[in-house]
């Protein structure tokens, strides 16, 4: 059994996923900007880099001890264990920054609405709690909520992924709620596609896709059309599917994808033509 090499574009890193070919035939950016202790940005797939998976999230990828991320220039460390970091009492490490502005971090004073409230981003009072961040909640809206702040996806309550914020942010990311379904392409708005978001879960994120279809070249997951994902070496477009109920077209087989420690992503997969496997 060969392995491939995958591109896939997301907000946390660039970097290759690896593919493990199944025997079996299947039928058939950085975000916006933030000011302050309350950003008000969505974390989307950065359409221009390629990446590794779990790239930027692992402990001790930022400024401070274990446990900690963040912008290396920052004024103190996102320490989702301790997020109280700042020297002074009420004081708590935020991210600031965003869009074209590379993300450091700051001690504010914190608020007292909770993980999920809604906040204002415009606000000029602090409004979320210590650890806690205001932000978009979910591409294309136009409510803001206090989300977790976090370094990795363990960081996160069960069923959420940390979704990093970009490279300036260096692992830095929110506690989020997978928007969508990759094999499905549920739950994304007209003209978005659902994009693989975090290889530890396999959880989704939509954003704008892109116009390439199977066998086209590209460089990120988002040059491809919703329901593609960028795969092989060289890089093209290929069809996402479940190893565990494939779909793929005759001629194609699911390849299970596997991340930077060798295992499997749950529930997904690429439809590679089977004359590469």
């Given at each position: 059994?060969?392995?491939?090499?995958?591109?896939?574009?997301?907000?946390?890193?660039?970097?290759?996923?690896?593919?493990?070919?199944?025997?079996?035939?299947?039928?058939?950016?950085?975000?916006?900007?933030?000011?302050?202790?309350?950003?008000?940005?969505?974390?989307?797939p950065?359409?221009?880099?390629?990446?590794?998976?779990?790239?930027?999230?692992?402990?001790?990828?930022?400024?401070?001890?274990?446990?900690?991320?963040?912008p290396?220039?920052?004024?103190?460390?996102?320490?989702?264990?301790?997020?109280?970091?700042?020297?002074?009492?009420?004081?708590?490490?935020?991210?600031?920054?965003?869009?074209?502005?590379?993300?450091?971090?700051?001690?504010?004073?914190?608020?007292?609405?909770?993980?999920?409230?809604?906040c204002?981003?415009?606000?000029?009072?602090?409004?979320?709690?210590?650890?806690?961040?205001?932000?978009?909640?979910?591409?294309?809206?136009?409510?803001?909520?206090?989300?977790?702040?976090?370094?990795?996806?363990?960081?996160?309550?069960?069923?959420q992924?940390?979704?990093?914020?970009?490279?300036?942010?260096?692992?830095?990311?929110?506690?989020?709620?997978?928007?969508?379904?990759?094999?499905?392409?549920?739950?994304?708005?007209?003209?978005?596609?659902?994009?693989?978001?975090?290889?530890?879960?396999?959880?989704?994120v939509?954003?704008?896709?892109?116009?390439?279809?199977?066998?086209?070249?590209c460089?990120?997951?988002?040059?491809?059309?919703?329901?593609?994902?960028?795969?092989?070496?060289?890089?093209?477009?290929?069809?996402w599917c479940?190893p565990?109920?494939?779909?793929?077209?005759?001629?194609?087989?699911?390849?299970?994808?596997?991340?930077s420690?060798?295992?499997?992503?749950?529930?997904?997969?690429?439809?590679?033509?089977?004359?590469?496997?």
């Open positions: 059994m060969r392995e491939l090499r995958i591109g896939m574009c997301v907000a946390f890193g660039a970097a290759l996923l690896a593919v493990g070919c199944d025997n079996g035939n299947g039928g058939g950016t950085d975000s916006g900007t933030s000011s302050g202790h309350d950003g008000g940005s969505t974390p989307t950065d359409s221009g880099s390629v990446m590794h998976a779990d790239s930027g999230m692992t402990p001790d990828s930022g400024s401070g001890g274990a446990g900690t991320c963040g290396t220039d920052g004024a103190c460390a996102i320490n989702p264990a301790d997020p109280a970091t700042c020297s002074m009492a009420g004081m708590a490490c935020v991210l600031q920054g965003g869009g074209s502005m590379p993300w450091t971090t700051a001690c504010v004073a914190s608020g007292v609405k909770g993980e999920g409230d809604a204002d981003p415009s606000a000029s009072t602090p409004q979320c709690d210590v650890g806690l961040e205001c932000f978009s909640h979910g591409s294309g809206s136009t409510t803001s909520v206090c989300q977790r702040l976090c370094c990795q996806s363990t960081d996160c309550m069960a069923g992924f940390c979704q990093s914020l970009g490279d300036s942010a260096n692992g830095a990311g929110v506690c989020t709620d997978p928007e969508c379904d990759l094999i499905m392409q549920s739950g994304c708005a007209d003209g978005e596609g659902c994009y693989l978001a975090d290889p530890s879960t396999g959880s989704g939509c954003a704008t896709a892109g116009t390439g279809g199977d066998g086209d070249s460089s990120s997951a988002t040059d491809c059309q919703g329901g593609f994902g960028c795969a092989g070496s060289p890089a093209a477009c290929r069809a479940n565990a109920s494939p779909t793929c077209d005759t001629g194609y087989n699911c390849a299970h994808l596997t991340n420690s060798g295992d499997p992503i749950p529930g997904v997969g690429v439809c590679v033509p089977s004359s590469s496997m």
